[in-house]
């Protein structure tokens, strides 16, 4: 069974940089799509990007010049930096492992971790 | 954005009986909508991808349906573990939109 774990900080003050990582285990991250997602309190999920495991990226137009989504194949672990953050920011993040039903569509998301929630505070 | 949007918001049900949740995409997403299952503390869990294919592991009762904008959701016998949170989600085109939940309780 793949599991997904995010770790990092809790708390992060405004205009800063969020970073998360996210640990895949009984899966090798040298395969699929790997993606970021996130809550706000009382408010819908957002998918904010993913990173396939040849490297390319793709993100959500409303965050793209914020976000950057990295992997390291060596760790088994992939990324997640948001800059200049605001109260805005302030949400569940979870990471997903996103699968393709065939190479021309994209990619599912069938495997997530429990969310990690990250606040924006001074 | 394509939006997606879910009906009803809640719906309070008693175990045994069968539901229907719907969701509907503001434009035609084909069969590329996903269905999720979400209890507080524990990671999302996918139930049905293309509209009606059910995810490995996930039991029969819960069917998916539809094509183009409008989409179901249906629980044919309610269990105590069923109660959740129920979200649909399109995967036609990024960026990638979900509904705003459907939260089953118990009556």
């Known amino acids: 069974q793949v599991q997904l774990q995010e770790s990092g900080p809790g708390l992060v003050k405004p205009s800063e940089t969020l970073s998360l990582t996210c640990t895949v285990s009984?899966?090798?991250?040298?395969?699929?799509?790997w993606s970021w997602i996130r809550q706000p309190p009382g408010k819908r999920l957002e998918w904010i990007g993913y990173?396939?495991?040849?490297?390319?990226?793709d993100y959500n137009p409303s965050l793209k010049s914020r976000v950057t989504i990295s992997v390291d194949t060596s760790k088994n672990q992939f990324s997640l930096r948001l800059s200049s953050v605001t109260a805005a920011d302030t949400a569940v993040y979870y990471c997903a492992r996103g699968r393709t039903i065939s190479i021309f569509d994209p990619p599912l998301f069938d495997y997530w971790g429990q969310g990690t929630l990250v606040t924006v505070s001074s | 954005d394509i939006q997606m949007t879910q009906s009803p918001s809640s719906l309070s049900a008693s175990v045994g009986d069968r539901v229907t949740f719907t969701c509907r995409a503001s434009q035609s997403i084909r069969n590329y909508l996903n269905w999720y299952q979400y209890k507080p503390g524990k990671a999302p869990k996918l139930l049905i991808y293309s509209a009606s294919s059910l995810q490995s592991g996930v039991p029969s009762r819960f069917s998916g349906s539809g094509s183009g904008t409008d989409f179901t959701l249906t629980i044919s016998s309610l269990q105590p573990e069923d109660f959740a949170t129920y979200y649909c989600q399109q995967s036609y085109s990024a960026p990638y939109t979900f509904g705003q939940g459907t939260n089953l309780e118990i009556k």
């Open positions: 009984s899966d090798s991250i040298s395969s699929y799509y």
């Open positions: 990173i396939h495991y040849s490297g390319s990226t």
